[in-house]
């Protein structure tokens, strides 16, 4: 039998490749691989140049800065309030000296953008309210971001789906228009066995048009040296899983007889169900049901807390120093005093709109819980979040980037808000403690947990509909 | 060989096929006459398990049909009214893969030609797409797949309908040598006069009913088409 | 003739059960996407009023101070939700819903909506533009494929032109008829958006919006009637039409709008934020000819002092801190007129170049004309960050002038009060009328209009091509 098989394969490779229309749909499945990939690795270089600007600019800052406070004088004045000065905490924490944090594109990058067009990828950090860094974007036309990327995620997630069901929404359709079907069906093979070997073959064909067609394509790109095998290997797992499952449903189709143009109505729509309405109703359902606290309200919120907060400026500042007598500045009140208020009013604002933030931070969590759930619901959006994962572009990575960002950012308040409040100068001996930010990525086991689970939730309704179709075969009429 | 017993199908509540109760010896050519819609091509997919029985069996060699249908598809060889091929391949190459799927993998490229010259078709033709056959030529073709399978029963639904009287003499031809080598053969077909020249028995079929059945020798071309015109005016 | 035709093909489509079923998809999703979109843009509309008269309360309750702080102080500006904005919020979650209008520096709109969404957000939302851009079409695509591919199929179509019915009156006849059979699904759809929009907080001077909106998606659904039709008369079978039609559809809503989106974002490049902000901060410093700020406000000074016969700022009868401080706002709104002009010069290019994709692919076309009425384009975002920056403009020069000429002798310890706050009358802002629209999508418009000619002429030379 398996070399009955073996010839069956054989045999549907020859009228695979006979066949010219299957010929032009792989030609240009493979153009449009090639132009993604290669928009993908040209849009991760662009991302990387301005990247290490970002950083180039941070280190030549401080480089500039330590170079100032070399050429001042030991006996020069203190600094003036609000003067740009290297040894003051607030000229160098708030404008010179501010430092960005960057999150660098991992080696996959180039196959799923992801939200990095929309999400900004350096945050500036300054002594400033860590509100203000929900302030921050990259520029762009909105209508391009309405439209997103045309990157290999976007091919493998909407049109591979369709190429397959080109291929496969007639498997044994077309054998009944064209009469071939009562002939094979008087032999003794079962009619899942032809059927399986039709969808190996086409698979197989399909799945390798994709992987040669990418990694020729970051061959053409310069990219494919930096790859990761590993990481690479389980996006052609996941390339696979979700193409197996759409074989599976072109099969359990062909499992009933019916014309191919109903079959193909059929595909059509479970395609525009899974792919568009599904993901739509999901993204819509999280944001009706759960929706976030709005950004509007909470900008009014901090205008009311800073409000009645500089009203009491002075009494702040005195209760900083009355908490904290560490704090207090030796010597007489000077200018830099309205500096220190500033800062009192900033803490006592980021104080009452704590709850606010803290409820806002907590919605945002609840929402991507529930997006993470709600992804169960087609396999596109599972696909599309474990390529996202794979390539580092997705949300889990950026959220948690964003909780590092906010700790080097307390960090940051933390070295010079106090040393602001103290009148202490920043002098050679505090300029290397500094905090620098360094991302240590995502633990590695994190993200082939969330694939692993991602490949396991495509497969199990593969199985489930290729089981159903074979016991569904056993029943095919043949004639009607 | 050919067994229907109490074989009956309906399709909604209409009844396509009535029991029927047939048996087809090896070597005997039994062919079923009727009009369109008499249950003659239901009663030939009833052996193929291309639909299932209503009620009764279909045997092949005592296998039931519909219940190990891979077992008696061994045993069975099928030439429909069309004996549709793949377009892109050729003859040759038809024969070949029918041969495989049939369980018969071991054939040579001579022996493979040697089936399709018994049937009539040169090397020449064989290796031709069989896009460009005559309906002869395919049909041609269906005989040496049968052949070929070494089938020990051969159904076929019209297979000469369409065919000019040359191609429709040849086929009656090489079923005689089938049946000489045991083969049972039931046929379905329009054509009192091609019945009654190659068929052993004759089966008159009439909405969905076997009315009438008589050994072709005892009886005269006159005396079948008067018994036919007959069954199908009551 | 056509009014049997037409009745046939009704009767017929209405009694498929595959129309039944995917016409009451598409209508629930239809209505859920319009209840959705509408509670969405009622509660932002109410969100940003009370935001709006917050921060305007904030303004005017300011405790007194010297005018300058109160610039600096300034006034937030939130982007109002357009009342059609429940059909097609269009790029609305992509533009930042409020700016910080303070002294000295025009702020970009912050806080993306989609930027706090999930990622889902990135397959698209459901909306009723996306129903009708997207799913309407597909369902046309289904019903209209055998519209006579199928007819001869079945062989009806040798009655049909036995009984010598003219190739003109069959193709009028076939679309009226799939039109009739959509209509039963558009008509209830488009009542309910007419009442959403009554119901609505503010429709007043919609309703010719809402009109045009109705006839763009009229025209091109007729665009895909009339497709439909030609294909089906043109295809072998069935199965080769819906082939052909699907894989249209698929490149027309799929995937030319990102490839073309691509190629103008290629032709075009956007500057990134930091290259953008560099150039900005270079020209804060100095100017194309080289004059830098330091000199553009000394030869200012000693223009003043000219202009007063005076030689001293001291001598000036007004405050030069005012003046100077006002003059520096012209050196800097001329850095933001020539940056962001720039910049939102080149978002109109790219989206100009997108909608010549338009002449190919109508899809683009519609959905930049629906967008334009909608209220929810590119152009209309532009229209009103540049009301806003003018009312910052505004209002620093209020708070300068004030300065200036009550501030000669206190100096910065001049106080304003609320008289002189409430002295700025408070933002507000007009959505353009239609003519606006009309002004920015001509191309769109031109290509929807192109469309039907061809569509209904290819299927009028269909239906004489039509043969058993």
Known sequence: MSSVFGRMLRHEWRMLTADRTVWLVSIIFGLLILYAVGNGVSWVRSQEVVLDSVEADGSRRLAQLTRALDSIPADAPPPAAFGRDPRSPGSVGNFDGAQFATLRPQALAPLAVGQTDLLPQYLRVTMRSKLTLAAAQELENPSNLLEGRFDLAFVVVYLFPLFILALGFNLLAAEREGGTLGMVAAQPVSLAAHLGAKVVVRGGFMLGLAMVATLVGLLLNGALPGMPPGKLALWFLVLAAYGAFWFAVAVVVNAVPRSSAANATILAGVWLLLVVVVPAVAGTLVNTLHPMPSRVELIGAMRTASNDASARGAQLLAKVYGDHLDLAPSGAMTSADFMSRTYAVQEEVDRQLAPLADRFDAQLDRQHVLAARYQLASPALVASFAFADLAGTGPTRYRHWREKVASYHEAWQQFFIPRAFRHEWLDASAYPAIPRFSYGDESRSEVLRRVGIALVVLLLPTVLLAGYSVRRLKRYQVAV | MLEAINLTKSYNGTVALHPLTLTVRPGEIFCLLGANGAGKTTTINLFLNFVEPSGGVARIDGIVASERPLETKRLLAYIPEQVTLYRHLSGLENLEYFSVLGGQSRYSEAELLGFLDHVGLDAAAARRRVGSYSKGMRQKVGIAIAIAKKAKALLLDEPTSGLDPKASNEFSTLLGLLSDQGVAVLMATHDLFRAKESGHRLGIMKQGRLVSTVAANEIGHADLEQLYLQHMRD | ?468
């Open chain 3, 1 to 468: 003739m056509i009014g049997a035709i037409v009745r046939k093909e009704i009767r017929e489509i209405a009694r498929d059960g595959r129309f039944r079923v995917a016409a009451i998809t598409v209508l629930v999703l239809l209505v859920a996407a319009l209840a959705v979109g509408w509670r969405a843009a009622a509660s932002a509309h109410a969100e940003r009023d009370a935001a709006a008269n917050l921060a305007r309360s904030h303004w005017v309750n300011q405790p007194a101070k010297n005018p300058h702080s109160a610039a600096h102080y300034g006034v937030y500006a939130f982007k109002p939700k357009t009342p059609l904005s429940f059909v097609d919020d269009g790029v609305d979650p992509y533009t930042g819903v409020l700016a910080y209008l303070e002294a000295h520096v025009q702020n970009d709109f912050t806080h993306r909506p989609a930027a706090d969404g999930t990622a889902l957000s990135r397959f698209g939302a459901l909306t009723a533009a996306g129903v009708l851009q997207v799913l309407v079409p597909l369902l046309i695509v289904v019903l209209a494929a055998g519209t006579i591919a199928g007819e001869r199929e079945q062989g009806t179509l040798r009655q049909l032109l036995s009984v010598g019915v003219r190739s003109r009156d069959l193709a009028i006849g076939k679309m009226l008829g799939l039109g009739g059979a959509l209509m039963l699904l558009l008509i209830p759809a488009t009542i309910i958006g007419v009442a959403a929009l009554l119901v609505g907080t503010d429709g007043s001077g919609s309703g010719s919006r809402f009109l045009l909106l109705a006839a763009v998606y009229l025209g091109y659904f007729i665009v895909w009637i009339a497709l439909s039709f030609a294909v089906s008369a043109w295809a072998p079978s069935t199965r080769a039409a819906l082939i052909c039609l699907l894989g249209l559809w698929m490149v027309n809503s799929l995937l030319a709008p990102r490839a073309a989106t691509d190629l103008v974002r290629r032709l075009h490049p956007t500057p990134t934020a930091l290259e953008f902000q560099r150039v900005m901060a270079a020209e804060q410093q100095a100017d194309s000819t080289g004059r830098t700020y330091a000199q553009y406000q000394e030869a200012f000074q000693r223009e003043v002092l000219s202009r007063y016969r005076v030689d001293s700022v001291a001598d000036l009868p007004v405050n030069f801190a005012g003046l100077s401080l006002d003059a520096s706002e012209r050196w800097s709104d001329a850095v933001f007129d020539r940056n962001y002009g720039r910049l939102w010069a080149t978002y109109v290019r790219q989206d100009q170049a997108r909608s010549l994709f338009g002449f190919a692919f109508p899809f683009v076309a519609v959905r930049a004309l629906s967008q334009g009425l909608a209220g929810t384009d590119f152009y209309h975002h532009r229209e009103f960050a540049t009301a806003a920056e003018q009312y910052r403009r505004h209002l620093v020069r209020v708070m300068n002038d004030d300065l200036a000429e009550h501030g000669k002798t206190a100096g910065f310890q001049y106080m304003g009060d609320h008289a002189l706050w409430s002295s700025v009358e408070p933002f507000e802002y007009q959505t353009p009328e239609v003519g606006f629209v009309m002004a920015h999508h001509g191309r769109d418009l031109a290509a929807l209009g192109g469309w039907l000619v061809l569509g209904l002429g290819l299927a009028l030379v269909g239906a004489r091509r039509v043969r058993v």
